[in-house]
């Protein structure tokens, strides 16, 4: 089965510095790959995903980028703010018909 | 305009004692999750169903069950929960079929004393 790697686990920036968060997947076959972002307390909220036919999207300050080759996807944030203070998971899908399997996490701190 | 709704918010139940939890959603998504979140872990999925059929993970304990007597409803019921089950429960729909978003729902804190 689908099995996806997240890294780092935490991550600390200045705040208008940018914050990159990688995650690896291992079913080829995988072709929707997510983003969440879950405060503390609060449920995940997607903040952006991608398909398999695409290799960048963007929405505004968060980008997240898709190498199928590599197995790899990446999200990008810039000029990050105190708000963007969250633990943010990552996932893939193989098919519209399985779960969702997530990555393990990463704590964004923010540093004012 | 909530879309998933979860009840109760918080829950706090003895040792062993049943507890239900509630999920329900205006989305007319033909697949809903049951996940277990503890600590700022990823959550964990429990089981799902794909409309009507019914799919436990393989680590899911025993004494957690579903049911799901309609599209919009699905439940979460504990026979008899233990100190370790003290978590956030987290319900979850999508449209299946299709690479299509997950909606979570805002989740019912359950706390086993």
């Known amino acids: 089965g689908e099995n996806v790697e997240q890294h780092p686990s935490t991550l600390s920036v200045q705040e208008g510095d940018s914050a990159v968060i990688k995650c690896t997947y291992s079913?080829?076959?995988?072709?929707?790959f997510p983003w969440y972002k879950q405060e503390l307390g609060k449920r995940p909220q997607l903040i952006i995903d991608?398909?398999?036919?695409?290799g960048e999207k963007k929405d505004q300050r968060i980008a997240v980028t898709l190498n199928k080759t590599a197995k790899h996807f990446s999200l990008h944030i810039t000029e990050t703010q105190p708000e963007d203070s969250a633990v943010y998971f990552c996932a893939a899908l193989s098919s519209g018909n399985t779960p969702l399997v997530f990555g393990k996490g990463t704590r964004l701190s923010v540093i004012a | 305009d909530a879309m998933v709704i979860q009840n109760p918010r918080y829950q706090v139940t003895q040792f062993g004692k049943p507890v239900t939890l509630s999920c329900s959603q205006t989305l007319n998504h033909n697949v809903m999750y049951w996940y277990q979140q503890k600590s700022s872990q990823a959550p964990k999925l429990l089981f799902h169903y794909y409309d009507k059929d019914f799919n436990n993970e393989a680590d899911t304990p025993d004494n957690f069950q579903s049911r799901r007597p309609n599209t919009s409803f699905c439940f979460l019921d504990i026979r008899s929960p233990g100190l370790g089950d003290t978590a956030m429960y987290l319900c979850?729909?999508?449209?299946?079929?299709?690479?299509?978003?997950?909606?979570f729902g805002p989740g019912t804190r359950l706390t086993v004393l």
């Open positions: 991608i398909r398999s036919n695409v």
């Open positions: 979850a729909t999508r449209l299946g079929g299709g690479l299509n978003e997950q909606f």
């Open positions: 079913d080829s076959a995988s072709n929707y």
